[in-house]
């Protein structure tokens, strides 16, 4: 499968930006996900699923600078055009969410549903093809289906015909680039309503998550059952990918309970911060 596109998000819940090219560890992509959005007075993280304000943040685009050096090595465009760097971030993010803001290196705040340091979901990298969204369009010709509605890291083109979410065979198999990446794909990504709201130049789609739902739901065990669109995928070895080059999948797909519970078991341990085998 070719990579089509990469993207990080290097603060959560907001926009992120599109890389020709991108060094992968066992912490995500370079840079993905590296600061949270925090209240100053409550020590709560402004989150992108609830509360008062989480529309302008995701309306806000990040994107890191080239020296990591400074203090707070990011660029903010604002939803009004408007670019912040640096110690500005932090005062125009205070001004347009009505609150007090600090950005908080991820490594220092709990996620919900990440492993200590980390504030990725379930795992560090998510993959979107080309062909589940071809299904969606096919299932629900309505909904715009865009893949940054899904805010995935890579998307991989494996043609366009509709008729499966491709992702599934996929599970339990590794995806080897060229660099020495190989990348451990275990888990369906379950969606939530962000999918359905505005984003970016995109229009809201409230029939997005309910088409999913009717067509492809998992049980995550303790985690519930969910409508579920492309896939999870721990660092197995680290590497650098770029636009163009071709991941390979290992082996032969097989039943994907079986991916799916060994890592549900890996998440679970992972949350309650052992290290699994």
Request: hydrophobic share 40%; glycine share 10%.
């Amino acid at each position: 499968m070719g990579v089509l596109a990469i993207w990080r998000y290097p603060v959560k819940a907001m926009l992120g930006e599109s890389l020709p090219e991108t060094h992968v560890d066992h912490a995500g992509c370079d840079g993905d996900r590296k600061y949270v959005a925090v209240d100053v007075d409550t020590g709560e993280t402004i989150a992108n699923k609830r509360g008062p304000t989480h529309p302008a943040l995701r309306a806000c685009r990040a994107a890191l600078l080239a020296d990591r050096d400074a203090l707070l090595p990011l660029r903010v465009t604002l939803p009004d055009g408007e670019v912040v760097e640096g110690a500005d971030v932090e005062p125009a993010l205070s001004s347009l969410l009505g609150r007090r803001v600090r950005l908080q290196a991820a490594a220092d705040v709990p996620g919900r549903f990440a492993a200590p340091g980390r504030h990725q979901d379930f795992a560090p990298v998510h993959v979107l093809t080309t062909r589940t969204l071809a299904h969606l369009r096919a299932l629900q010709p309505e909904v715009e289906w865009d893949p940054r509605r899904f805010r995935p890291n890579f998307l991989l083109d494996d043609g366009d015909e509709p008729g499966a979410f491709s992702e599934d065979a996929l599970l339990g198999r590794d995806l080897r680039g060229p660099s020495g990446l190989a990348l451990a794909v275990g888990l369906p990504t379950p969606r939530c309503v962000v999918i359905t709201r505005a984003h970016e130049a995109l229009p809201a789609a409230p029939r997005a998550l309910r088409t999913i739902a009717e067509h492809h739901e998992f049980d995550l065990g303790p985690f519930g059952r969910h409508a579920c669109a492309g896939a999870y995928a721990e660092t197995r070895s680290p590497g650098r990918v770029r636009v163009g080059e071709l991941l390979t999948a290992d082996g032969d797909p097989g039943p994907p309970s079986a991916a799916i519970a060994a890592s549900l078991a890996r998440v679970q341990a992972l949350l309650a911060g052992e290290a699994p085998a």
